[in-house]
């Protein structure tokens, strides 16, 4: 009979033993994971996985500032290893992660659906609403695109276009205190509530002030806030929460919930809406509306048995798709546009030069004021001649892209081609060999800023750049902010359309300045604490104040 001691010792060294082979797996998957990364050079350690909704939280911090992974690295160590292809291992799982700053690799990992595929270990938008089409691959993914494509036409980007102006005109006499002198605008808040209305409008039909703006938008940012909260924390901790009592966690947890549940009220009285307009019971969208009445009509396809069989359900969404594809097209289109247009208005106060040239096209177009009164031919008549107003746009997003990196992971061994700088500074290809289930960034923010592709001067704010002339075409493939391949932005020419009549409006009817508390201060310091962001979903500016003075 052996006593307490004896079974306290036996189990001690049971477990000793365990700790010990846990630690000799890791420390061998993690030197395994090194001869993965061949002579990819750099070889960082990394602790949390660039895609976790965690690295978002700490990336103002972690990864440090001179570690592979720092949120704000931009191409600096691309040019401290010489190379477009850089490599870390991540601790937790022991994998060789690649990141990527080259813009033809970067092609390829988006378009090759044989040997890549989305990372989808961390995809928010999925948790606690379902698959929806940023939040699924493969069949799953194609079926939720298929849906949605026909509606992302050139007759969608002319109702855009048109519902923009009109909702710019009315937002800019709503701010304006009409006494001739500058008022202060909050950029983001701002830009939430016009961009969410006219995603509404245009992709929804919702007529304006057919649904509380107010109310929807409060939600829509209190379940993208929670939506890291409810990405990281299981589920078991909110299914316990909601039945014991833990003081501070389950009110903020319950809380989380309720705004999921009223999120997902919202968007079923909006779907009902639509869906008695798809089956002609009543009128209540307009001509726009595209979006949403391809999503309803293919959610009344599930419930038609010559369409659907079994499993199979074809082309069809079930009632969880719908919802969840709203919220994700509600996010998407207004978040992206708010963030996009505050950075674009900071940059515009910092480079009064820059903003002179987009009021010059502006007045060229438009010599007694922006138009009042808009049709959907305007957009084909206007849009194309905005062409230093699209760069000053694209140039934004090229520096202050607003999703800096986005990763994949390969289904299959594969080797991709990169560049190095040789000794005499001459681009040298390098194989880079990525095993089965290893990951690859695609570093948009770095791509964004190298001087193959931009030059030099990458790293200053040039809208010329984007402008094509007789003997310089500006490189598409380098220009990442709306992703690459199958994957890319459905919404790209939405938004190009809405961010275009947006600024162009701004600055043909006003002058934008710096807040008045940073007047005294230097450029530099002016444009440290206006460009200053931090990654939420989408990379959002920290301060969003700006100054509007109406133009005489
Ligand atoms: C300046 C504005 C915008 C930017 C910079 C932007 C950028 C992006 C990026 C980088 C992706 C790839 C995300 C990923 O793979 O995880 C994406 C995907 C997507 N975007 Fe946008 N976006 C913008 C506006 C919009 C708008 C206005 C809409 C809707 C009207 C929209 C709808 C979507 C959707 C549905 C996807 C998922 C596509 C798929 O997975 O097939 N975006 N966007």
Redesign the pocket.
């Known amino acids: 009979m052996l006593d307490s001691y004896t079974w306290v010792q036996i189990l001690g060294t049971l477990l000793s033993a365990w700790v010990f082979y846990a630690v000799l797996t890791k420390l061998n998957g993690i030197l395994s994971a090194f001869e993965d990364l061949s002579d990819c050079p750099g070889r960082g350690l990394l602790w949390i996985h660039p895609s976790h909704p965690m690295s978002q939280l700490t990336a103002v911090i972690y990864p440090f500032k001179g570690w592979i992974g720092h949120y704000y690295g931009n191409f600096a160590m691309y040019a401290k290893y010489r190379s477009a292809c850089i490599s870390s291992v991540l601790v937790p799982k022991g994998i060789p992660i690649f990141w990527v700053a080259d813009a033809q690799s970067i092609q390829i990992v988006s378009t090759d659906k044989t040997a890549f595929d989305?990372e989808m270990g961390f995809?928010m938008y999925r948790k606690g609403r379902g698959p929806?089409?940023?939040?699924?691959q493969t069949a799953e993914?194609k079926r939720?695109?298929v849906i949605?494509n026909p509606a992302?036409s050139e007759s969608l980007n002319a109702v855009v276009w048109q519902e923009t102006a009109r909702g710019v005109a009315g937002w800019l006499t709503e701010k304006d205190p009409g006494t001739d002198s500058e008022f202060p605008i909050q950029t983001f808040p701002s830009f939430s509530k016009l961009?969410l209305s006219i995603?509404g409008c245009?992709?929804f039909g919702l007529a304006e002030g057919s649904t509380d703006q107010d109310k929807l938008l409060k939600i829509l940012r209190a379940a993208l806030q929670n939506g890291v909260i409810r990405a990281i924390i299981p589920d078991w901790i909110f299914s316990l929460t909601n039945k014991v009592y833990i003081p501070v966690i389950s009110p903020y947890l319950r809380e989380t919930l309720r705004v999921y549940d009223d999120l997902e009220r919202m968007s079923m009285e909006v779907a009902s809406n639509a869906r008695a307009d798809v089956v002609g019971k009543s009128k209540v969208m307009g001509a726009s509306g595209a979006?949403l009445r391809n999503l309803v009509k293919a959610n009344l396809d599930v419930y038609d048995n010559e369409k659907v069989e079994g499993d199979r359900i074809g082309n069809a969404l079930t009632d969880r798709e719908l919802i969840s594809?709203m919220f994700?097209?509600f996010a998407?289109?207004?978040e992206?546009?708010a963030?996009?247009m505050s950075f674009i208005c900071a940059v515009l106060a910092l480079y009064p030069g820059i903003q002179q040239k987009v009021f010059e096209e502006t007045k060229s177009i438009w010599p007694n004021g922006p138009p009042t009164d808009v049709d959907e031919a305007d957009y084909k008549q206007t849009f194309p001649s905005l062409i230093y107003c699209a760069a000053v746009?694209r140039e934004t997003?090229r520096l202050y892209?607003?999703?800096s990196r986005?990763g994949r992971v390969a289904i299959k061994d594969t080797v991709l081609r990169s560049y190095r700088l040789s000794a005499s500074d001459e681009l040298e290809p390098f194989d880079v060999r990525i095993k089965k289930g290893r990951e690859v960034v695609l570093d948009?923010a770095a791509v964004h800023r190298n001087p193959v592709y931009w030059g030099t001067d990458a790293e200053e704010f040039k809208p010329e750049r984007f402008i094509d002339t007789d003997s310089y075409r500006w490189p598409r493939d380098a220009f990442?902010?709306?992703?690459a391949g199958?994957?890319?932005?459905?919404?790209?020419k939405?938004?190009?359309a809405?961010?275009v009549c947006i600024l162009a409006h701004i600055a043909r009817g006003y002058q934008i300045l710096v807040p008045k508390h940073l007047r005294d201060q230097s450029f530099e310091e002016q444009k440290t604490h206006m460009l200053k962001w931090r990654p939420f979903i989408?990379n959002s500016v920290i301060n969003p104040e700006v100054v509007f003075c109406r133009r005489s």
């Open positions: 989305k995809v929806n089409m940023i939040a699924s993914w939720h695109r949605s992302f961009a995603f245009a992709g979006l594809d994700m097209f998407a289109g207004y992206t546009t963030n996009t746009f997003l892209p607003i999703v986005l948009f990442l902010a709306f992703s199958h994957r890319n932005c459905i919404g790209q939405f938004a190009l809405e961010g989408t």
